[in-house]
């Protein structure tokens, strides 16, 4: 199995609300060679249990790999924006 670096930052604003989710910036790339691993979706994310997570139920919303945003650039950048979002209960 490859290992995989992972660095993730939150991108929520504190004057911004998206409601009950969360929107998580995350870079993926490979540990061997530092390239990105490109075209993750949605069941490649998953969310732990944790003491911290396990009062709410929580599911990966929506992936997004998001493009370096220069004009006629296509390199492969390995981020992604995920938005984690509370599961209404009932």
């Known amino acids: 199995m490859s290992r995989l670096i992972i660095e993730a ?4 604003k504190t004057n911004y609300s998206l409601g009950e989710k969360l929107l998580i910036l995350v870079s993926v790339s490979k540990a061997h060679d530092g390239k990105p691993i490109i075209g993750l979706k949605e069941t490649n994310f998953k969310i732990s249990r944790s ?7 929580v599911k990966v919303d929506m992936v997004i790999e998001v493009p370096w945003g220069l004009p006629n650039d296509n390199e ?4 992604y924006e995920l938005v984690i979002a509370q599961i209404p209960s009932g």
């Open 9 to 12: 930052v939150s991108n929520q």
């Open 51 to 57: 003491p911290a997570t396990s009062a709410y139920n």
């Open 76 to 79: 492969a950048t390995g981020f």
